[in-house]
Structures are given as structure tokens and as C-alpha cells.
């Protein structure tokens, strides 16, 4: 049984089929956790399964960005005066939904 109270950013190892996921969310309203593993996958799970997975607190693996396909430190190509200063406000790459000079109907 999961001894371990969820804490969305820490990172577990399911202890039955060995596998290393982190907590992205939890969700009070609906009694959920969302989860993703290591490779990438997503799943929830309801607090009543929860505390039935055997579960146990982890190190964060060292590859830990591999699911989300961020590049490394010192891999941002030719411009990496730019990416370092901006490569953690991925909101400055968001195109806006209008544009000015445009009208809406």
C-alpha cells in the first residue's frame, strides 16, 4: 500500500512493475493524480488506487527532460545567447490569436 502522500514535482518508483514517474497534478475536486513516467506516457489515477500502489519517493532521473524533448544544456544550436536567456519561458514562443490590422467577426 502507498505510504507516500503524493507531491506534484517528486518523482516515484512503482514498485511492482519498476517504473519511475513524476507527480504533474493533483486535482482535489475530482480526486485525481496525474502522473507521467519516464518515457513520456501519461496516466491518473483516483486517490483510492493511489493508496493502493506500491510506491516509494525517488530521485529525479538525471535524464529526467528525455519525455518532453528539451534539448540539453549547451545543444540550442547557433544562437544560445537566446536560448539560454528565454529557453525557460517557452510562453515567449506562443503566437498570439489575433493579430493586429485584423478584425474578428
Known amino acids: ?42 496516466a491518473e489515477f483516483d486517490f483510492d488506487i493511489w493508496s493502493q500502489l506500491e510506491v516509494s519517493l525517488t530521485q529525479q ?14 545543444q540550442w544550436g547557433a544562437d544560445a545567447s537566446w536560448a539560454a536567456a528565454n529557453k525557460d519561458n517557452p510562453i515567449e514562443n506562443i503566437e498570439p490569436d489575433t493579430f493586429s490590422g485584423t478584425e474578428e467577426l
Open 1 to 42: 500500500m502507498a505510504s507516500q502522500h503524493p507531491a506534484v514535482g517528486n518523482w516515484y518508483t512503482d514498485e511492482v512493475d519498476h517504473q519511475l514517474f513524476e507527480v504533474v497534478a493533483i486535482d482535489e475536486v475530482t480526486a485525481t493524480i496525474d502522473i507521467q513516467y519516464s518515457d513520456g506516457d501519461l
Open 61 to 74: 532521473p538525471k535524464d529526467a527532460c528525455g519525455p518532453y524533448q528539451l534539448p540539453q544544456d549547451g
